[in-house]
């Protein structure tokens, strides 16, 4: 089954921690993104990412990093520097076709809590 | 920023009535996206209007776009309670050459079997 995958589902921080969390899609897509959802409100960008070894920040970037070393992988790790990490995690992956992208394809999410 | 805004935040009906959302935005657009968000969970696309079109539908869908507006609704008819999600419509972002997406803050509804 073609997809994208994100783990873990849930994922709990300590204090000064970083973490990492993965996306994976199958999908054959340029182009993967990195979302933050707080809770009843819409969906902020974090990073994207439109080719192998490049990305851009989003408007919420800072304490975030990611990296594209394969076209299927877009990890991001949320490191001790973003001072409020709890939230819900989104990954999500779109082609392009005449120039245009279109729909994007989500992940199932990462719920992160700092205890 | 958030450009796509829904009304109403929240709405709640009885299975077998329509369901009408709206969204407003602010900048001139290429193509508007709906999407629907089960609680927990992924969101999930259900269609794309572009700019040209003023209506398209599929399957109990029915989204209309008024660019001189800058609006578009989302209409589910014969709603059933398994509709009951957070609907989202979401705007390309001219900031990153239309790749990534506004969205705005949805909104939920609750169909009552």
């Known amino acids: 089954d073609g997809g994208i995958t994100q783990s873990p589902k849930y994922l709990f921080r300590k204090e000064g921690q970083n973490v990492t969390l993965s996306c994976e899609q199958n999908?054959?897509?340029?182009?993967m993104y990195w979302y933050r959802q707080d809770p009843g409100q819409g969906l902020r960008l974090i990073y994207y990412?439109?080719?192998?070894?490049?990305?851009q920040k989003g408007d919420i970037a800072e304490g975030y990093s990611v990296s594209r070393e394969k076209k299927e992988s877009f990890p991001l790790t949320v490191t001790s520097a973003q001072k409020n990490p709890t939230a819900f995690y989104l990954c999500?992956?779109?082609?392009?076709?005449?120039?245009?992208?279109?729909?994007?394809?989500f992940g199932p999410g990462t719920r992160l809590t700092v205890l | 920023s958030q450009q796509g805004e829904e009304d109403p935040q929240a709405l709640s009906i009885q299975e077998g009535e329509n369901a009408t959302m709206n969204c407003s935005y602010k900048?001139?657009?290429?193509?508007l996206q709906w999407y629907r968000q089960n609680s927990g969970r992924g969101l999930v696309h259900l269609i794309l209007?572009?700019?040209?079109?003023r209506e398209k539908h599929s399957g109990r869908l029915r989204v209309t776009l008024d660019t001189s507006k800058k609006s578009s609704s989302l209409l589910i008819t014969a709603s059933r309670a398994a509709d009951t999600a957070s609907y989202f419509c979401?705007?390309?972002?001219?900031?990153?050459?239309?790749?990534?997406?506004?969205f705005g803050s949805g909104t939920r509804l609750q169909v009552q079997p």
């Open positions: 999500a992956s779109s082609t392009s076709s005449g120039g245009d992208y279109n729909e994007q394809f």
């Open positions: 999908l054959n897509h340029d182009a």
């Open positions: 990412s439109q080719i192998v070894n490049d990305f």
């Open positions: 900048t001139s657009i290429n193509n």
């Open positions: 209007i572009r700019s040209n079109e």
């Open positions: 979401a705007t390309p972002r001219r900031d990153t050459g239309r790749r990534a997406l506004t």
